[in-house]
């Protein structure tokens, strides 16, 4: 099945995705052996279910946050291009790409992009701000029972008395930069396969 899939994957898709996301030819044709192979349904289309089944989302605390992120509001499937999409955010950025594209369009991988994306994996009501109950369902996400409610609650109180520079208790996206603006987004969101 893989390799019959792969041909059906065109030439002028290849080119239309690689200016879209910056990923190369060979990247793109790997991703889409990937995608066609977690395509259980064979429709072209992956479901959350076929998410669930890689391992390594699987494992990870934030998993169930990270598929979200693949699907539009009101979508249970995405197809090949939606996928490589979200995926063009955890790509690596060249030094060759760190402006805006022919279109005045920041790449999907930029670090204003990638910061998007991670405050939307905390935006869980999608209102732009972050909320303390956001943040300790998040922290529960991440360490599990490990540490107490009253713990987790003191590190939300102290996280966003930290950001919160308006006053409002809550993060908006402006204090969420703020915050990260001297850490390695870069660092922190790319994915080793894509390298």
Do not use: C, W
Not at 136 to 165: C, F, H, K, W
Request: proline share 3%; charged share 35%.
């Amino acid at each position: 099945m893989g390799s019959r899939a792969s041909t059906l994957l065109r030439d002028e898709e290849i080119e239309e995705i690689k200016k879209e996301t910056g990923f190369s030819h060979s990247q793109i044709t790997r991703l889409y052996s990937r995608f066609t192979s977690l395509d259980k349904g064979e429709n072209g289309t992956l479901s959350r279910e076929d998410f669930q089944r890689i391992p390594e989302l699987a494992i990870n605390p934030l998993g169930d946050r990270i598929i979200n992120a693949f699907f539009p509001e009101g979508e249970d499937q995405v197809n090949f291009r939606g996928f490589m999409r979200t995926l063009a955010h955890f790509r690596p950025i060249e030094d060759n790409e760190k402006n805006k594209d022919q279109n005045g369009l920041e790449p999907l991988n930029s670090r204003s992009n990638k910061l998007h994306f991670a405050f939307r994996l905390y935006d869980l009501d999608k209102d732009d701000k972050i909320s303390r109950d956001e943040l300790l369902q998040v922290l529960r996400m991440m360490v599990g029972v490990n540490i107490s409610d009253e713990q987790l609650g003191s590190i939300a109180d102290r996280t966003i008395q930290e950001a919160d520079q308006d006053g409002d208790s809550a993060i908006s996206f402006a204090e969420f930069v703020k915050v990260l603006e001297k850490v390695d987004v870069e660092q922190k969101m790319s994915i080793r396969f894509l390298h």
